[in-house]
């Protein structure tokens, strides 16, 4: 049975929980590192892209839960291991005061951790979510597990930033414990009962799949020409996300002369028009007909939008405080995410098409695209900001330069999007218990 929205709402509360764990460890860990133990900030730095770089692990978490056809033991067994690892990273952290490489050394063990847990529960979670929502509520539905997850983030430092005031090692330990074993026992409650049977493909001589190696499976998915082509869409999409991000304080504060409270505000029009372009997406793809419900119009037109709105933030730099940025930096975040959900939502409705068992294959090539996308468009923003300064000598040309690039890479992130998804939307089989010609069979209690 498709999930209602209490189902929906119940795997949002596992994603805010996994957010919540992740929070300390690439946040809250991260300024005690710098702040309280003066390490550079490179350490912490190298540790978060560590976590990032382990996400590369996503195709073989999701091949591992194709296996089974279920995905609640992976969810909770990844949820299991990420908060083992928020733990150890407190450990580290306190640990790095007195003997710093050991420290460093069981960060790098926690880091490792998170990051494993994050790709085997994450990946799992939205095939979970792809497989059980009905395709006219899979945009609110990538919207509702999305705003939980920033949900996860603001509950948890709030909290944490009042049970860690007087500050001590202990206490930091104390706090990501207490943390960390609530967002597993949450994971549990929320994750409990919600998933049916187990649905594999059956083999014409018998009911036993057969499943190839992982390196079969990978390769099969690749081969499926929409399934590598959406994966670059994500890819580059996220990747110009993720580098405008990182600069857009920094441009507000070295071009127009903001103040740090100013420029924080600014970053803050940028999120509530990410918020206002998720809620959009979600009401029109939910109640709409025609191109207002289609993944391909809104992730084509959240591209380009987002490419215009960078464009506008090169005419922002030429003109200075001419130019009405706070709007700019609004609409930005609206194209923003509209093409982020759009993403998301097209992310659960392509999961299921080619090969049949290869959906957690499928989810996990694109869970990885969008990690190493982050990691790396983050990076590439600021040195190609110090990069491009160092070139021209004004910082107003080096960030146009920046922001004209990210513009590029949003259109052809359109165009691709426009290879990925067909002009005619592709019939299903109207009998669910059928998948590209092969029946389907129930194996185990949900």
């Not at 892209?49 to 992976?74: C, E, F, I, K, N």
């Not at 074993?181 to 049916?196: C, D, K, M, Y």
């Not at 998915?221 to 993720?242: D, G, P, Q």
């Not at 924080?264 to 509530?272: D, K, T, V």
Request: glycine share 12%.
């Amino acid at each position: 049975m498709p999930l209602g929205w209490g189902g929906i709402l119940r795997l949002g509360a596992v994603q805010a929980a996994l957010g919540a764990v992740v929070l300390l460890v690439t946040s809250t860990m991260n300024r005690v590192m710098v702040v309280e133990l003066a390490f550079p900030a490179a350490v912490p730095g190298a540790l978060v892209a560590l976590h990032y770089a382990l996400q590369v692990l996503r195709p073989r978490m999701g091949y591992g839960s194709d296996l089974g056809g279920r995905r609640t033991p992976w969810i909770i067994g990844g949820m299991g291991v990420l908060a083992a690892g928020g733990v150890l990273a407190a450990l580290a952290t306190a640990w790095m005061a007195r003997l710093p490489a050991a420290g460093i050394a069981l960060a790098v063990l926690a880091y490792t951790l998170v990051g494993v847990g994050v790709s085997t529960s994450g990946t799992s979670l939205l095939v979970l979510l792809a497989a059980r929502v009905e395709p006219r509520r899979r945009a609110a539905a990538a919207t509702i597990v999305w705003l939980m997850m920033l949900a996860g983030f603001a509950v948890t430092a709030a909290i944490v930033s009042k049970l860690l005031d007087p500050f001590s090692m202990a206490r930091l330990i104390a706090v990501t414990a207490a943390a960390s074993g609530t967002a597993f026992a949450l994971t549990l409650l929320a994750i409990r009962h919600i998933e049916g049977p187990a649905l594999l493909p059956m083999q014409p001589d018998g009911p036993a799949p057969v499943q190839p190696p992982f390196r079969q499976a990978i390769m099969q998915v690749w081969a499926e020409k929409r399934a590598r082509r959406f994966a670059l869409f994500v890819f580059i999409s996220m990747f110009a996300y993720s580098a405008q991000e990182l600069i857009l304080e920094p441009f507000a504060g070295n071009v127009f002369a903001m103040s740090p409270g100013a420029s924080a505000r600014i970053a803050g029009w940028l999120h509530g028009g990410v918020f206002t372009g998720m809620l959009i997406v979600a009401i029109c793809a939910s109640l709409g007909r025609g191109w207002l419900a289609s993944m391909r119009t809104w992730s084509v037109g959240g591209c380009m939008a987002s490419a215009m709105a960078s464009i506008g933030l090169i005419a922002a730099g030429v003109m200075g405080s001419g130019w009405p940025l706070q709007p700019n930096v609004f609409v930005l975040g609206v194209a923003n995410g509209v093409f982020v959900i759009a993403a998301i939502g097209s992310m659960m409705g392509l999961a299921s098409i080619g090969l049949p068992a290869r959906e957690g294959v499928r989810m996990g090539l694109w869970g990885a695209a969008q990690a190493i996308a982050f990691g790396l468009g983050g990076l590439f923003g600021t040195l190609a900001s110090d990069l491009a300064r160092w070139l021209f000598g004004s910082p107003n040309t080096a960030y146009g330069a920046v922001f004209l690039g990210e513009a590029a890479l949003f259109l052809f992130a359109a165009w691709q999007a426009t290879q990925v998804f067909p002009s005619r939307s592709v019939r299903k089989p109207e009998n669910p218990a059928i998948a590209d010609g092969r029946p389907i069979i129930s194996v185990g209690q949900g």
